[in-house]
């Protein structure tokens, strides 16, 4: 018979919760975006502006699926699943760079996730997160 896991450690749990927060940061975005339309773009033809708004709904939903593949792949981080860990920390790295490059719109909504996902990625590192995850890779 196998033991129970210990339960993991609050700097886990705390990222947990950081990363339902950022998966909610990005369904929001993803709606204001649909609803709203994203920044302005300036079209090829004589520098008018350009209605992107199939881009804006194709925008939001590729958003929003990634929160729910993040979601998911947050949940297998917090049972413990290294590769889990590895896969947010990489989504955020990805997140952070199109933030800086200003490839996701710069808002407060992306600022508040960055800050979030970043401040989930450094709980995930400390060393009683990694020896959680040490215990649960036996």
């Known amino acids: 018979m196998r033991d129970a896991a210990p339960p993991a450690p609050a700097t886990i749990s705390t990222a947990h919760v950081l990363w339902i927060v950022v998966v909610a940061l990005g369904v929001v975005g993803a709606v204001v975006v649909m609803l709203f339309g994203g920044p302005a773009r300036v079209s090829t033809s004589g520098g008018t502006l350009a209605s992107p708004r199939g881009a804006d709904i194709a925008g939001g ?4 699926v990634l929160a729910l593949v993040q979601l998911a792949i947050a949940r297998s981080m917090r049972d413990g ?3 889990a860990r590895t896969a947010l920390l990489v989504l955020t790295i990805l997140q952070v760079l199109g933030t800086l ?3 996701n719109g710069g808002g407060v909504l992306t600022w508040a996730s960055v800050a979030c996902a970043a401040v989930a990625c450094l709980l995930m590192l400390l060393p009683p997160s ?4 040490e215990r649960h890779a036996r």
């Open 101 to 103: 490059s200003g490839a």
């Open 81 to 83: 699943r290294r590769w």
């Open 130 to 133: 990694t020896a959680f995850f």
């Open 61 to 64: 939903v590729f958003a929003i």
